[in-house]
């Protein structure tokens, strides 16, 4: 009995103590502790299966974090582990309050939580905070009767004609954005799937409760959250429709639309700084799904006084899809002059990974480590996507009786879904990549006798091996962590290369973009850097230890990193 009660006081400390690592706001030199952090997003499905059911877990998730502690790992971000139907795989939330029983329980996510604190690792989650499962208990009271007190939580509207939607929005799965409930006859509003209602956040009792949601979170010990899908949070209060882009069809055969009227909505930033004042009580911090289409609406996350989300991640660099250094250097500089923190993303679980977008079939590994030599030593923070430090690619569907995305099946087969960047995590060379001895809820990359943690541990030249003495470099090399970004040899079309300065030291960064060995003279007084040569660091291919800046030879699809000297 003794025990028990010795366990429960445990319980309760881990659930309602914020820890003493999560009290420290800043690091030695006065920054927030995420501007030098690397986080890695783990999918949880997908990562480690302790209970040998096919499905990734906590436990499993636990078993691995001297793994992601050996790597360089400051702070995982877990997609949604709270109980759900599964029709979005997760980012449909029945329950917030809670963990699926996929998962485990609550208690493996204090386990979790316990056993990260020792290793420095934090625990940020994923918020889904525009819009939940059917299946929430919210949902269910709201759609009863147009009368129920949760009825305003949703976004629920009369038809505009007979039989017809309120207006022209679409899914961004296909169809209408509209879904028709006959117990009330109304249509309540999805941007995602129709089991996906948008809450309504005009209403204050909704950001109440969300914003509670959150409080619990942190008390039980998480770090933060990312935000799903932010731009959506808010639509038109008029529900005007979108202008109509020609007479184009998407993949599911929709119009294309302007999406003027249902994105980007003035009031989320009212939302976004009252949530981000929740967070900073917390010394916790908010990374946003911030998909924009130019600078001057990713600068408006940060907020005019920095005060709403401490990280919104620049997808347009993660959408430059070919190695091209004028595209990348015009990105970086737009981002790094926009007055916030950058943060630097090239892949998740929406994104097709490195190896298949930038690869040409022939120089994929030089390739993974080139684009992980740029992301990694930009100013900013990066945000790691699980796999990628093993050159994991992707694994689509060969038929549609396979597809387990409802986005694939919608859209097979133009659009085959996003299980492919979704397989499970590659850790050695036993059945199903040791991912679990039982068939995995997707199927394991074929590559994965040559492409799993226990191999590349063992080879120098890997990929994983180049992250790691990567992430080391990040971590302790004061002109990567704290140094300005100054733009070297921009006219180059074929390699991308640039200087990170502090107090005089430099750090030299040389990304050849060809298929052919370039030389390049880096020009380095020109930009106000001086230097009498420069030491080799960490390079892709073999070079000597000190190189002269004026003429460096870089292999193809090599990456050199350098300091002056």
């Given at each position: 009995?003794?025990?028990?009660?010795?366990?429960?006081?445990?319980?309760?400390?881990?659930?309602?103590?914020?820890?003493?690592?999560?009290?420290?706001?800043?690091?030695?030199?006065?920054?927030?502790?995420?501007?030098?952090?690397?986080?890695?997003?783990?999918?949880?499905?997908?990562?480690?299966?302790?209970?040998?059911?096919?499905?990734?877990?906590?436990?499993?998730?636990?078993?691995?974090?001297?793994?992601?502690?050996?790597?360089?790992?400051?702070?995982?971000?877990?997609?949604?582990?709270?109980?759900?139907?599964?029709?979005?795989?997760?980012?449909?939330?029945?329950?917030?309050?809670?963990?699926?029983?996929?998962?485990?329980?609550?208690?493996?996510?204090?386990?979790?939580?316990?056993?990260?604190?020792?290793?420095?690792?934090?625990?940020?989650?994923?918020?889904?905070?525009?819009?939940?499962?059917?299946?929430?208990?919210?949902?269910?009271?709201?759609?009863?009767?147009?009368?129920?007190?949760?009825?305003?939580?949703?976004?629920?509207?009369?038809?505009?004609?007979?039989?017809?939607?309120?207006?022209?929005?679409?899914?961004?799965?296909?169809?209408?954005?509209?879904?028709?409930?006959?117990?009330?006859?109304?249509?309540?509003?999805?941007?995602?799937?129709?089991?996906?209602?948008?809450?309504?956040?005009?209403?204050?009792?909704?950001?109440?409760?969300?914003?509670?949601?959150?409080?619990?979170?942190?008390?039980?010990?998480?770090?933060?959250?990312?935000?799903?899908?932010?731009?959506?949070?808010?639509?038109?209060?008029?529900?005007?429709?979108?202008?109509?882009?020609?007479?184009?069809?998407?993949?599911?055969?929709?119009?294309?639309?302007?999406?003027?009227?249902?994105?980007?909505?003035?009031?989320?930033?009212?939302?976004?700084?009252?949530?981000?004042?929740?967070?900073?009580?917390?010394?916790?911090?908010?990374?946003?799904?911030?998909?924009?289409?130019?600078?001057?609406?990713?600068?408006?996350?940060?907020?005019?006084?920095?005060?709403?989300?401490?990280?919104?991640?620049?997808?347009?660099?993660?959408?430059?899809?070919?190695?091209?250094?004028?595209?990348?250097?015009?990105?970086?500089?737009?981002?790094?002059?926009?007055?916030?923190?950058?943060?630097?993303?090239?892949?998740?679980?929406?994104?097709?990974?490195?190896?298949?977008?930038?690869?040409?079939?022939?120089?994929?590994?030089?390739?993974?480590?080139?684009?992980?030599?740029?992301?990694?030593?930009?100013?900013?923070?990066?945000?790691?996507?699980?796999?990628?430090?093993?050159?994991?690619?992707?694994?689509?569907?060969?038929?549609?009786?396979?597809?387990?995305?409802?986005?694939?099946?919608?859209?097979?087969?133009?659009?085959?879904?996003?299980?492919?960047?979704?397989?499970?995590?590659?850790w050695n060379t036993q059945a199903n990549a040791g991912f679990s001895p039982t068939t995995p809820w997707l199927p394991v990359d074929d590559r994965y006798k040559n492409y799993n943690v226990e191999t590349e541990k063992s080879d120098p030249n890997s990929i994983l091996n180049y992250y790691r003495q990567l992430l080391s470099m990040r971590h302790t090399n004061q002109a990567l962590l704290e140094g300005k970004y100054i733009a070297l040899n921009e006219d180059d079309p074929s390699v991308l290369s640039y200087a990170r300065s502090y107090k005089g030291q430099s750090v030299l960064v040389v990304l050849n973009m060809s298929g052919v060995t370039r030389k390049v003279n880096l020009n380095l007084e020109s930009k106000g850097v001086?230097?009498?040569?420069?030491?080799?660091?960490?390079?892709?291919?073999?070079?000597?230890?000190?190189?002269?800046?004026?003429?460096?030879?870089?292999?193809?699809?090599?990456?050199?990193?350098?300091?002056?000297?």
């Amino acid at each position: 009995m003794r025990n028990q009660k010795l366990g429960l006081v445990f319980l309760l400390f881990v659930a309602f103590a914020i820890p003493a690592w999560a009290q420290t706001a800043v690091d030695g030199e006065g920054h927030p502790w995420w501007q030098h952090a690397v986080f890695y997003e783990i999918y949880p499905r997908s990562f480690a299966d302790s209970n040998h059911d096919g499905i990734g877990d906590l436990p499993g998730i636990t078993s691995k974090l001297d793994y992601l502690s050996w790597l360089g790992v400051d702070a995982i971000w877990i997609a949604p582990m709270f109980p759900s139907p599964h029709v979005d795989w997760g980012y449909d939330i029945s329950d917030y309050y809670s963990v699926d029983p996929d998962y485990g329980t609550l208690r493996d996510m204090d386990e979790l939580l316990a056993q990260s604190k020792p290793r420095n690792i934090r625990v940020l989650l994923d918020f889904v905070m525009t819009y939940t499962s059917d299946q929430n208990k919210w949902f269910q009271e709201s759609k009863s009767s147009r009368a129920n007190p949760k009825r305003d939580w949703y976004i629920w509207r009369d038809a505009r004609d007979p039989q017809q939607p309120p207006n022209n929005w679409t899914s961004l799965f296909g169809g209408s954005a509209w879904k028709y409930d006959s117990t009330t006859s109304q249509w309540f509003y999805h941007y995602f799937y129709p089991p996906q209602p948008n809450l309504n956040w005009r209403n204050p009792e909704v950001e109440k409760n969300m914003f509670d949601v959150t409080r619990w979170w942190y008390k039980r010990g998480v770090a933060g959250f990312r935000l799903d899908a932010v731009d959506v949070m808010f639509v038109d209060s008029q529900f005007r429709d979108n202008p109509v882009v020609g007479t184009e069809r998407n993949a599911f055969g929709d119009p294309v639309e302007r999406e003027i009227n249902d994105k980007n909505q003035p009031e989320l930033h009212g939302v976004l700084q009252r949530l981000r004042k929740v967070a900073d009580e917390h010394n916790a911090v908010l990374i946003g799904e911030t998909w924009t289409s130019d600078i001057e609406q990713l600068k408006k996350y940060y907020g005019e006084h920095n005060d709403e989300v401490n990280m919104p991640m620049d997808f347009m660099f993660a959408t430059i899809n070919k190695l091209s250094p004028a595209d990348f250097r015009k990105q970086i500089e737009w981002v790094d002059n926009s007055g916030g923190w950058p943060v630097y993303v090239v892949s998740n679980h929406d994104i097709r990974r490195v190896y298949d977008r930038y690869g040409d079939g022939k120089h994929d590994d030089q390739i993974a480590k080139l684009m992980a030599s740029l992301y990694l030593t930009l100013r900013g923070t990066a945000v790691m996507y699980y796999g990628e430090e093993i050159g994991m690619e992707n694994n689509d569907p060969k038929r549609p009786e396979d597809v387990k995305d409802s986005m694939g099946k919608l859209g097979w087969p133009k659009e085959k879904g996003r299980d492919g960047e979704r397989t499970p995590m590659q850790w050695n060379t036993q059945a199903n990549a040791g991912f679990s001895p039982t068939t995995p809820w997707l199927p394991v990359d074929d590559r994965y006798k040559n492409y799993n943690v226990e191999t590349e541990k063992s080879d120098p030249n890997s990929i994983l091996n180049y992250y790691r003495q990567l992430l080391s470099m990040r971590h302790t090399n004061q002109a990567l962590l704290e140094g300005k970004y100054i733009a070297l040899n921009e006219d180059d079309p074929s390699v991308l290369s640039y200087a990170r300065s502090y107090k005089g030291q430099s750090v030299l960064v040389v990304l050849n973009m060809s298929g052919v060995t370039r030389k390049v003279n880096l020009n380095l007084e020109s930009k106000g850097v001086h230097a009498k040569g420069a030491k080799t660091l960490l390079s892709s291919f073999t070079t000597p230890g000190r190189v002269d800046p004026s003429e460096i030879s870089v292999e193809p699809f090599g990456a050199w990193i350098g300091e002056t000297e």
